[in-house]
T-cell receptor, first 109, second 114 residues
Framework: GQNIDQPTEMTATEGAIVQINCTYQ??????LFWYQQHAGEAPTFLSY????GLEEKGRFSSFLSRSKGYSYLLLKELQMKDSASYLC??????????FGAGTTVTVRA | IAGITQAPTSQILAAGRRMTLRCTQD?????MYWYRQDLGLGLRLIHY???????GKGEVPDGYSVSRANTDDFPLTLASAVPSQTSVYFC?????????????FGPGTRLLVL
């Protein structure tokens, strides 16, 4: 089974940096995903980590430490359109994804 | 390219009624999934299918059934709806199950059971 924890809410100012942490416990880790979900819409893929280290993709970066059961999503140069929920998801085996409850990020002008 | 479509977009259903949520993908993905999303609980896997002809149970399968007669369609049936099944239902698909294969989500079906 999975136990995935992430903060419920975060608020930041436009142009700033926000780091969303995710901790997990799993018996068969096979990758960690971050998804973005705007209110009333479907989740969309942001990043994937399976090995330790940092993956950078434009303004978004994701970090993984398998030994610590820890990941973070870093959002740089925040824009108003980044206001959304960010979902941490851990894959166990080949198919099943388990999701955290999500972190709602509010970007203020 | 439509990706994944779901129908209906939203539905109000009387308790005890039978309901089938439809999901179709045109990406020829092998794997498909059904999730429900509830406030404060996140997305929870109901059922999944690795390939046409096979299905498996997820985290919260009770009260739901699925079938996978072909690659494109993965309907979810509520045999006798109960108010606790009020939720937003997302269908998703992925090309394969492992590696970097991400899941692509449909727009969701908002279901209210009264």
């Amino acid at each position: 089974g999975q136990n995935i924890d992430q903060p419920t809410e975060m608020t930041a100012t436009e142009g700033a940096i926000v780091q969303i942490n995710c901790t997990y416990q799993t018996s068969g880790f096979n990758g960690l995903f971050w998804y973005q979900q705007h209110a009333g819409e479907a989740p969309t893929f942001l990043s994937y980590n399976v090995l330790d280290g940092l993956e950078e993709k434009g303004r978004f970066s994701s970090f993984l430490s398998r030994s610590k059961g820890y990941s973070y999503l870093l959002l740089k140069e925040l824009q108003m359109k980044d206001s959304a929920s960010y979902l941490c998801a851990v894959r166990e085996g080949d198919y099943k994804l388990s999701f955290g409850a999500g972190t709602t990020v509010t970007v203020r002008a | 390219i439509a990706g994944i479509t779901q129908a209906p977009t939203s539905q109000i259903l009387a308790a005890g009624r039978r309901m089938t949520l439809r999901c179709t993908q045109d990406m020829r993905h092998n794997a498909m999934y059904w999730y429900r999303q509830d406030l404060g609980l996140g997305l929870r896997l109901i059922h999944y299918s690795n390939t046409a002809g096979t299905t498996g149970k997820g985290e919260v399968p009770d009260g739901y059934s699925v079938s996978r007669a072909n690659t494109d369609d993965f309907p979810l049936t509520l045999a006798s709806a109960v108010p606790s099944q009020t939720s937003v239902y997302f269908c998703a698909s992925s090309e394969e199950g492992g590696g970097q294969e991400t899941q692509y989500f449909g727009p969701g079906t908002r279901l209210l059971v009264l």
